[in-house]
């Protein structure tokens, strides 16, 4: 099996360490880079001092897409900046690879649609990385929710805060995505795992009428009102 991952920044090497532990040396890795800054990291965001990033992973890096996709990987992880992933999930289901797109899906509508009728028409297995959905937790109470056991739900809150500065300590806090709009960042899109689950819990129920949110220095409160 060959995958390819597109950004080898945190979360792209927490994919590749993930893929390493599942599949050993059965999985063969290739990665789409264009900057190239990331140090190698720990599960912990530690730098791994005086690593080579492709020898430490035993990764191909590729710096064109198109000569990546031409080794036909099995599947994708989009895992760059969330500006640039619709365009290179689009070149990657263009060429018949699975996907797995980091969270947000895309910072825009541009080329949405697209990509939805791509994969649907190619019958390509595509997933958004919304893990929350997958916490025993939340799944629990979706059980519950469905089995009406508790009750009349008339309100929602829920309550995310992130020091920004400490999020990547490995790199300037100003220059990472979440930090900059071009790059597809803000709270809205960087901590969309709320919006999410709420979603996931309560809006496919049609119990959700009215989404709002707060936001100050002790972090950002989505609530929802009932119909």
Known sequence: ???????????????????????????????????????????????VADAQLDAHYGVRSFDDLDEALARRPTAVFVCNPSSLHVPVALAAAGAGCHLFIEKPLAASWEGV???????????????????????????????????????????????????????????????MYAARRDLGGGVVLAQIHELDYIYWLFGLRGECSRLGATRGASGSTWRTWPV
């Open 113 to 175: 649609d697209a990509l939805a009728e791509l994969v649907d028409a190619r019958g390509l297995v595509t997933l958004v990385g919304f893990q929350m959905r997958f916490h025993p937790c939340l799944r629990q109470l979706r059980d519950l929710l469905g089995q009406s056991r508790i009750g009349s739900v008339v309100s929602v809150q829920a309550e995310i805060g992130e020091y920004l500065p400490g999020w990547h300590p490995y790199e300037d806090h100003r220059q």
């Open 1 to 47: 099996m060959n995958v390819l991952v597109a950004g080898l920044g945190g979360i792209g090497q927490r994919h590749v360490r993930n893929l390493r532990h599942l599949f050993g040396a059965e999985v063969e890795i290739d990665a789409y880079r264009v900057r190239r800054q990331t140090p190698v990291l720990t599960s912990r965001f530690e730098v």
